[in-house]
């Protein structure tokens, strides 16, 4: 599954990781050669020192020479790792600290300026600065040349402490970047908690007060659970009026049926199917009853629908004196749809009602989900017929006159909801005893 957060997060992770090597890259290497362009200056201004004592002409044999002079002391001492050479085309002079080095000097024309790093006898780092001069009509050049070891030494000490440096604020932003992006995608969560309290009736929209790069896509979310709840309205309402509109004719249809000119064969036929059409017709009219003018996706409420429902149903069954006796639970609450709950509890307390002789009992309890339990006191179903209902690929509205169209839809709403529909004989009041088993659903809606 794609996880935006992931990877935002990947991203800038790489991109933090990407930044702190090239700030590390970029301070070593700066370091460096801001050393180097101090140290090849300290260089050139100790080669213009050099050439201040320089003799072209002062000895008797005419041979160049260095005057007295007073340059670091390093100059002097062997192996110190500061030198200087003086090449003319006919000598070379060097200082005392060179004389067991020895360096690729190129010869340069007055003006002329090279700087670049070798390495020593030993193959330690160097810098060597190279000039051209001119005096007394002589060319030679001038190298100075100083070991960077210690530098260098001092350098990579410095590229560790960076190296640290780097990472220890890679961590830091790091961890203010997952802040950051965790904070923004929370915003995020809210929608999903709507969507849990839609999902759970506690809401009939998502909340619109979100950020504004998904807000778009949370109204057109909302306009069209508007507009999926107005055309389920507009459909139920249509099957009420379809059925409504049916029931003058077929009555008419029905009474046609004892007229004395028809046969009794085609009033047998006409009459077994108007009484088939005045069943289905029942059946929706029932269902719409029952399904009520909630709004999609509100929480069916035990507490108040259940009378709700034996009320209406003594209404349908006035001519009969029914005892509807039923217990709830003190851990049951139905998170699931409004609608499929007010059909399925619905259809099943219609069926009791319908077949029981005057008693009907209900039972409502958490058993890893919930349990339903209605059974009467009617007649019942012979095992056979129970078979029949139970039995698996049986379609239930063709198993047993009266029953199959009430229980085909109970089936249909637990199929939904991946539960289980029992019937079996009652034990308590010799009926038919229905048992719906629901499994859990999440309840953290928010």
């Not at 700087?115 to 051209?132: F, H, M, N, Y």
Request: proline share 3%.
């Amino acid at each position: 599954m794609n996880s935006l957060e992931r990877s935002l997060q990947i991203g800038l992770v790489s991109s933090l990781i990407g930044l702190m090597f090239v700030f590390w890259w970029t301070a070593t290497l700066s370091s460096r050669l801001l050393t180097e362009s101090f140290v090849f200056k300290r260089l050139e201004a100790d080669a213009r020192s050099v050439v201040s004592i320089v003799e072209v002409s002062g000895a008797v044999d005419g041979s160049p020479k260095l005057a007295a002079f007073k340059l670091n002391p390093a100059y002097e001492q062997p192996a110190s790792g500061y030198y200087f050479v003086v090449r003319f085309d006919d000598a070379t002079l060097t200082s005392r600290s060179a004389w067991d080095q020895f360096f690729d000097i190129p010869t340069l024309q007055a003006g002329q300026q090279t700087k670049r790093v070798a390495l020593g006898v030993a193959g330690e780092p160097l810098l060597i600065w190279s000039g051209g001069y001119a005096r007394d009509g002589r060319d030679f050049t001038v190298a100075v040349v100083e070991d960077i070891g210690p530098i260098v030494t001092r350098l990579r000490v410095f590229q560790w402490f960076s190296a640290i440096i780097a990472v220890l604020l890679l961590v830091a932003l790091l961890g203010v970047q997952r802040w950051v992006v965790r904070g923004s995608v929370q915003k995020l969560d809210a929608i999903r908690r709507d969507m849990l309290k839609l999902e759970h009736g506690k809401a009939v929209s998502l909340s619109e007060d979100v950020p504004s790069e998904i807000a778009p896509l949370v109204k057109e979310f909302n306009r069209l659970l508007r507009r999926f709840d107005q055309r389920l309205r507009q459909s139920r309402n249509a099957v009420g009026n379809l059925a409504h509109s049916l029931k003058g004719p077929l009555n008419l249809l029905l009474r046609a049926t004892e007229s004395p000119q028809i046969g009794s064969s085609e009033k047998s036929t006409i009459a077994d199917n108007a009484e088939h059409i005045r069943r289905l017709i029942e059946s929706e009219l029932k269902r719409a009853r029952l399904a009520g003018r909630g709004t999609v996706g509100q929480l069916f409420n035990v507490d108040s629908e259940i009378p709700a429902l034996i009320g209406l149903l003594k209404q349908v069954y006035s001519e009969k004196d029914v005892d509807v006796r039923y217990n709830i639970g003190p851990e049951v609450e139905l998170v699931h749809d409004r609608q499929d709950m007010l059909e399925l509890i619905g259809n099943l307390l219609d069926n009791a009602v319908k077949w029981c002789n005057g008693v009907v009992m209900v039972n409502m309890r958490y058993a890893s989900g919930i349990l339903i339990e209605v059974e009467d006191d009617g007649p019942g179903c012979s095992p056979e017929e129970l078979a029949r209902l139970t039995g698996r690929g049986v379609r239930l509205d063709e198993s047993v006159a009266g029953h199959g169209l009430g229980l085909s839809i109970v089936k249909d709403i637990v199929d939904t909801y991946e539960g289980r529909l029992t019937l079996s004989a009652s034990a308590r009041l010799g009926g038919l005893k229905a048992t719906v088993h629901l499994p859990a659903k999440t309840q953290d809606a928010g």
